[in-house]
């Protein structure tokens, strides 16, 4: 569970002065006004004229009252549950979340086996994630290549029931069409009891992307539809690489971010009133001598933290990304840019951060990199929960009463308060003697027993068979939707 940032004790950071937030927000007004979104959608088009959206052939220009009316429209604070209905995530009250994930092409271990992400591995990221005390949701954290066995129109579902069936987190979900997400709603609603407790306590989010610049694709439009007619949570982010699909200055890819999700807001609220909404933007950076996507410059770090301020203005929660890394292998520089880029979000205030366990600029998924992640979200949150300061933190009395030259150890004060130091359990902090006597190890060593132990040992409580069952019944349905038909005899 997250820190309060917003308790007076917590350390904040922040990189936009109010007047630089009000010129990104008012360059968004102005280019959704003048250049408008591409919208390929004919449904969406008609909503959005019939609401007074100016629609020319498949361009939409928003009005700027229509904008400001849906940021007004979209709850300032509202929850994600776990698959039992118990609150899980509460958005836009100033915590932060950490979740694994998400849509990586490949996996490892520490044995360096780089694969092909599989069913299995989706089993084992979600397993994990559901381990580790600092790790708050799984977003789809990978993407399972079709084949005969799981072909495309299915291997989404069966992802998902591996995901909720080896955790009990709530989940962001990534799908590329409408079609497996609408099955992936009646799991859920499934595994909720019905459709009314799933709508009441929602366990899943759909994570969506506009398509930079300046284009919301139909599949989005539709799978934002399936949620805001249910009124459960929706996330739209802009995730565009800067120089690319956006220029190369971070104000103004701030800019084109924050027009798109906009556009994706207006949607929602258009759609349903009131539609929990979640925005974000995620600019990664082209490296110009490799033409490679970065993931952790400290020019990411600095959108992310400024997409939340933005965010933030306008009363809405943001996604985000942190504690990954560009490095190849789990190695030191993936544990520095881990460490440095899972503090920058909370320091910042994102609600949520994706990325736990990434490696190679988002393509590769590693367990022992988790279990870093979780290290160090756990000294950050220590770190931002602050210093008090009132009678009993200073203890004077205790000071007065042991005196020059004593010793503190044995005071009732340190046996009330030494539990709320910071403790590690993978970091090392024994005496070297110790260390060599039990092994000598690296952290990464560490991690990968530790992996190795709650794989072993952790237990997730199962689903019955029941919703197992019914489950894979709306798979068996789809199947048969794309299955070929036999000729007539």
């Known amino acids: 569970m997250g820190v309060d940032r917003n308790s007076s004790d917590a350390p904040q950071v922040r990189v936009l002065t109010d007047e630089k937030i009000r010129a990104i927000h008012e360059g968004a007004l102005l280019i959704l006004e003048r250049v408008g979104i591409e919208m390929p959608h004919e449904g969406a088009r008609r909503e959005l004229s019939a609401a007074g959206v100016t629609v020319d052939g498949t361009r939409a220009r928003f009005p700027r009252e229509i904008v400001e009316h849906s940021i007004a429209s979209a709850p300032r604070t509202f929850s994600l549950y776990d698959r039992n209905g118990r609150e899980a995530i509460r958005l836009g009250v100033g915590i932060s979340y950490y979740g694994a994930g998400v849509t990586n092409l490949f996996f490892c271990d520490a044995d360096g086996d780089r694969h092909e992400f599989t069913l299995d591995d989706i089993a084992k990221v979600a397993h994990l994630a559901d381990a580790l005390p600092n790790i708050d949701f799984v977003a789809t954290p990978g993407v399972v290549k079709p084949d005969s066995e799981n072909p495309i129109e299915l291997v989404d579902q069966r992802a998902f029931v591996r995901l909720v069936s080896n955790t009990t987190m709530p989940l962001v979900v990534l799908t590329p ?29 759909p994570y969506l992307n506009t398509v930079s610049p300046l284009t919301v694709n139909p599949a989005t439009v539709d799978k934002l539809y399936l949620a805001a007619d249910r009124g459960t949570p929706v996330c739209v982010q802009a995730a565009q690489p800067l120089g690319g699909s956006t220029p190369i200055t971070l104000a103004a890819g701030l800019v084109v971010a924050a027009a798109e999700t906009l556009a994706g807001l207006v949607l929602a609220q258009l759609r349903n009133p009131g539609t929990p909404f979640v925005t974000g933007g995620l600019h990664y950076v082209m490296d110009p001598r490799t033409g490679n996507t970065v993931t952790t410059s400290p020019d990411v770090l600095l959108t992310a933290i400024a997409m939340g301020e933005l965010a933030h203005s306008w009363g809405i929660p943001v996604f985000g990304t ?61 770190f931002m929960q602050g210093l008090k300061v009132d009678d009993e933190t200073l203890a004077l009395d205790v000071i007065a009463e042991v005196g020059p030259g004593g010793f503190f150890l044995g005071t009732q004060h340190t046996l009330r308060y030494f539990r709320e130091l910071w403790a590690p359990t993978l970091t090392s902090w024994e005496p070297r003697t110790q260390w060599e006597s039990e092994g000598s190890t690296t952290m990464l060593e560490r991690a990968g027993e530790k992996v190795a132990r709650l794989r072993r040992e952790h237990v997730v409580e199962p689903l019955s068979p029941d919703i197992l069952d019914g489950m894979h019944a709306i798979i068996e349905r789809r199947s048969a939707l794309t299955r070929p038909q036999r000729p007539a005899p």
Request: aromatic share 10%.
């Open 177 to 205: 069409d409408a079609y497996q997400m609408e099955d992936i709603f009646e799991m859920a609603e499934v595994v909720a009891g019905g459709r009314e407790a799933f709508c009441a306590k929602p366990f899943i989010m």
């Open 322 to 382: 942190g504690s990954g890394s560009d490095s190849k292998i789990p190695e030191e520089q993936a544990g520095f840019e881990i460490a440095y880029y899972s503090q920058g979000p909370m320091l910042g205030g994102v609600d949520m951060s994706f990325g736990v366990g990434r490696l190679e600029s988002a393509l590769l998924h590693c367990p022992e990199m988790m279990v870093f992640a979780d290290e160090a979200i756990g000294m950050h949150r220590r």
